[in-house]
């Protein structure tokens, strides 16, 4: 079991690292306060390799490794507390990579190509208002087969990701979208997958509109309210099998749980730089308030959780890349799947800590806003409070997994 990074994963971060520097470290509060991410960022992580760089080079993408991709994210979040710009980079990872596993060759060849240049984005559909985490309970957006090439498809979606910034982009993007193909007594094995366009080729889609929501944070990558008014989509735009759905958008969502994790890392990182820088100059009654067990000892706690929660998000990409990438058999997708799972929830729950703990360190400062220490806690929220799974929800999946004997404890 070796724990060392490689050269090339070292050369890669120092590359992000220097990236950062010059372009996100300037600019990040105030893209935040101005809530839109800029399209010149896609384009340059483009440049780097890493927007889309786990897709496969026949697709302009690096063939990245997903612990790349976690690496990555780790040290953008690091720069950018508030988690956009990690989270922009992991949206164009994680279901663009389900697209080139399972979507048409036609589909495949006119959108991976776009994300991979910075010119295009593909953001996730999935939840609904009666139940975000309840996939199989999908219902309000349902898709019809019209002839052998065509679908209808309208509903409504809460809690889309990006219409803004795909908006932004220069040739467009849209959508992973989970749609209902059968009746609902069929659950779980009645979804079907599209790739659906809000823009495409720099061309508005009619009948696909969307509005945006207010964020407590993450200000830069918008939610939003989708509507679908009776939309015609080729069926090249189908992603897996009709009312296969279920098991292939739980693949993207495993990867996305991984890569979000690798995104809470960073910011945690960032937290931990803040607090220290501060507690190493501050004096309280003649002392450095690090001098004192209260605040040094919570400071230990911190960076052990952090050194744990790593470990769960490394071994979560690692298990990804031995299933997609090495095509190891002895690994399943319900393995990424609680590894994944486990990886956010602790990642999600040492970010809400170390923020409690830290921002206690500068006293009423931290209830200012000219102080940015409280734009990582907002940050980490979207998370916590369930993009890509709910805590409680996630964790009910890992229960289950051991209860029925899916994974054991070896």
């Known amino acids: 079991m070796d724990f060392l990074l490689t050269t090339e994963q070292k050369l890669l971060i120092n590359s992000i690292h220097e990236f950062c520097v010059k372009n996100i470290d300037p600019n990040w509060v105030k893209i935040d306060d101005e809530g839109r991410f800029p399209p010149d960022t896609v384009k340059e992580l483009a440049r780097l390799g890493v927007h889309g760089g786990v897709l496969s080079e026949e697709f302009g993408g690096s063939d990245m490794s997903f612990l790349d991709v976690a690496l990555v994210q780790e040290e953008l979040s690091s720069h950018d507390p508030t988690l956009v710009t990690a989270g922009v980079m992991g949206l164009s990872n994680s279901w663009p990579y389900i697209v080139q596993t399972y979507g048409s060759s036609e589909a495949k060849s006119e959108l991976l190509p776009k994300i991979t240049s910075g010119d295009a984005i593909l953001g996730i559909a999935s939840t609904e208002a009666q139940g975000g985490t309840d996939l199989a309970g999908i219902q309000r957006v349902q898709a019809r087969k019209i002839n052998k090439d065509k679908w209808i498809i309208e509903g409504e979606k809460s809690i889309v990701s990006g219409g803004a910034l795909i908006d932004s982009m220069p ?25 659906i366009y809000r823009k495409k080729e720099g061309e508005i889609i009619s009948g696909v509109n969307y509005s945006r929501y207010k964020h407590m944070g993450r200000h830069a990558l918008d939610s939003d309210i989708l509507t679908i008014d009776k939309v015609e989509v080729e069926d090249k735009y189908r992603v897996g099998g009709v009312n296969d759905g279920f098991r292939v958008a739980v693949e993207g969502f495993n990867l996305g749980r991984t890569f979000i994790g690798g995104s809470i890392l960073g910011g945690v990182k960032w937290l931990i730089n803040q607090g220290l820088q501060w507690i190493r100059e501050r004096k309280l009654f003649g002392q450095s308030l690090a001098s004192y067990q209260g605040v040094s000892f919570e400071l230990a706690k911190i960076y052990e959780e952090l050194e744990a929660a790593r470990l ?36 999600t729950e040492v970010a809400l800590k170390a923020s409690e703990e830290i921002m206690q360190w500068f006293g009423g400062m931290a209830y200012f806003t000219e102080l940015p220490v409280f734009r990582a806690l907002l940050g980490a929220f979207a998370y916590i409070q369930g993009a890509e799974g709910a805590p409680k929800a996630l964790r009910d999946l890992i229960a289950r997994s051991l209860v029925e004997g899916r994974v054991r404890i070896e």
């Open 312 to 347: 769960l998000v490394y071994r979560a990409a690692w298990l990804a890349d031995r299933y997609y990438k090495q095509k190891d058999p002895t690994v399943k997708p319900i393995d990424i799947g609680v590894a994944g799972a486990t990886a956010k929830t602790k990642a």
């Open 171 to 195: 040739w467009g993007g849209g959508w992973f979208l989970l749609s209902r193909t059968a009746p609902i007594e069929t659950r779980h094995k009645g979804l079907t997958n599209f790739i």
